[in-house]
């Protein structure tokens, strides 16, 4: 039997992070992990899927360099793309976590854990078992893609982990689900020359961000040469060997599509009935997320959940924040969780990017709200660039100029949704970033006369 102080399942973004602060909290530290260091952010979901979108934006701006007076022709490896992305990425990154791990002397263990009561593990690995206790367990396990009765997944019917380690590059691909990972995935496609079909049960594109986000979003995707069918519900599918054949509805009409590949992504659901939950006395909301409190402990007091596993917005950097949060309350600090300024992206063309409270949100709740816009078009290093379309949006206090949230659509917009969360986060208003230098010419600078505007002294609109 093995004696722990914390025991940490899962090595994501929220586990590995957990591991290394409560380690550097003083505690002694064991990582348990039954697949590979990093989890799926790192080996195939954020990670990669950016690595992929990168190398289409990449191939789509050479083929149109002309623009700049370039002349240029590319030709497409995608062998060599997955090979770049396997190895100078995420087999990269993947030795950097577990280097950190070994500094921060993480003891870490290999194989698959289950709960044999609410306060001890076993743990299973190439036919062996170990049985450990411990004083505080964190739950890091992520989440997997959900399958649908109507398209269950097959050699061409396939999940996202599927698709970003195709060896192939498909002539055509449908995407049922065009949430953030399938709408990224179907521009990183569409880029590298693919005919790609984005089919939606909903009447929009991106349904968790606001519609002059997403239209936005699915404007490029056309341009691009995506077929995109809201409103559309898939009722069966049928897989042969070299295609696959969907019947779809859409306006009361069934119509088939047939294509190379079909990505189901249409959510995820949490790995919480993977681990013999019902022995450690958790206790699980309806969807199979574990309850927590505001300092992530469940219904056990000795074990706490972060991640994908718990309510909320699946995102890696949330899971993160989590785990920092979590070590230092099983440190003795007090420390609660504060979803106050959480950013949210999707990395398409043009990115998009939200955090802190919409206007809609803020209305709904009595405050006196006002937004403010400034285009990117009026950027000058969006110009230079020649990628202006987009905006900054922010929400600020009618009266006291409180910044409330932002909305951002355009380049850098995941790089530039920081500050806006910086000033959520610390309470600052719009004078005290209009009174801030930026750097010009920057995208940055849309937030600075973003704020101008709002105060009544615009300089550049």
């Given at each position: 039997?093995?004696?722990?102080d ?23 530290v064991?990582?348990?992990?039954k ?5 799926t952010c790192?080996?195939v ?9 990168q ?17 240029a ?5 995608f062998e ?24 921060n ?7 698959e854990?289950?709960?044999t009561?609410?306060?001890s ?9 170990e049985?450990y ?21 097959g050699?061409r019917?396939v ?18 689900g ?15 020359g ?17 519609t ?5 979003v ?14 559309a ?16 509805k ?10 190379d590949?079909?990505?189901v992504?249409?959510g ?14 958790i206790?699980l ?16 007091p ?47 063309t ?28 009026a950027?000058?290093?969006a ?14 206090d009618?009266?006291?100029?409180l910044?409330?949230?932002a909305?951002?659509?355009?380049v ?30 920057s ?19």
């Open positions: 039997m093995n004696t722990c914390t025991v940490i399942i899962g090595s994501g973004p929220g586990g590995y992070v957990a591991a290394i602060r409560c380690s550097q909290l003083g505690q002694n064991t990582l348990i992990e697949n590979v260091i990093g989890g790192l080996n979901g954020c990670v990669p899927s950016k690595a992929l979108l190398a289409g934006h990449t191939y789509q701006e050479i083929l149109h360099a002309e623009k700049f007076g370039i002349t022709s590319g030709t497409l490896d060599k793309t997955q090979v770049w992305k396997n190895t100078q990425v995420v087999q990269k990154l993947r030795s950097g976590v577990t280097q950190l791990l070994k500094k002397k993480v003891n870490v263990v290999f194989g854990a289950k709960f009561s609410k306060s593990l076993s743990v299973s690995f190439e036919g062996k078992t049985d206790t411990f004083k505080n367990l964190i739950l890091a396990l992520g989440s997997r893609p959900i399958e649908i009765k109507a398209a269950p997944f050699k019917i999940d996202s982990t599927g698709l970003l380690n195709i060896p192939f590059l498909p002539k055509t691909l449908s995407v049922i065009a949430g953030y990972i399938g709408s990224e995935l179907a521009e990183a496609f569409a880029a590298f693919t005919k790609v079909t984005l089919i939606e049960a909903t009447p929009g594109i991106l349904p968790g961000f606001n002059k986000l997403s239209d936005l699915k404007r490029n995707l056309t341009k691009l040469g995506v077929t995109i069918l809201t409103d519900l898939v009722l069966s599918s049928k897989e042969d060997e070299d295609k696959v054949t969907l019947t779809y859409k306006a009361d009409q069934e119509q088939t599509l047939e294509s590949l079909v990505l992504s249409v995820r659901r949490p790995n919480t009935d993977l681990i013999n939950i019902n022995a450690s006395g206790e909301d309806p969807k199979g997320f574990v309850k927590v409190n505001k300092k992530s402990q469940s219904s056990n000795n074990i706490y959940a972060i991640g994908d596993i718990t309510a909320g917005l699946a995102l890696a950097h949330k899971a993160s924040y989590e785990a920092k949060i979590v070590a230092e309350v099983i440190s003795g600090h007090p420390s609660l969780i504060d979803y106050k300024a959480m950013p949210a992206v999707c990395y398409t043009p990115e998009i990017a939200t955090t802190g409270k919409s206007l809609e949100e803020c209305l709904a709740l009595g405050l006196k709200a006002v937004a403010t816009d400034f285009p990117l078009a950027n000058s290093r110009i230079a660039a020649s990628k202006t379309e987009g905006f900054v949006r922010i929400i600020s009618e009266k006291t100029k910044i409330l949230g909305q951002i659509a355009g850098s917009a995941s790089e530039i949704i920081s500050v806006v969360t910086l000033a959520i986060e610390t309470g600052l208003t719009l004078e005290d970033i209009a009174l801030t230098i930026f750097p010009h010419p995208v940055s600078e849309a937030i600075m006369d973003n704020t101008e505007a709002g105060l009544g002294y615009p300089i550049h609109i």
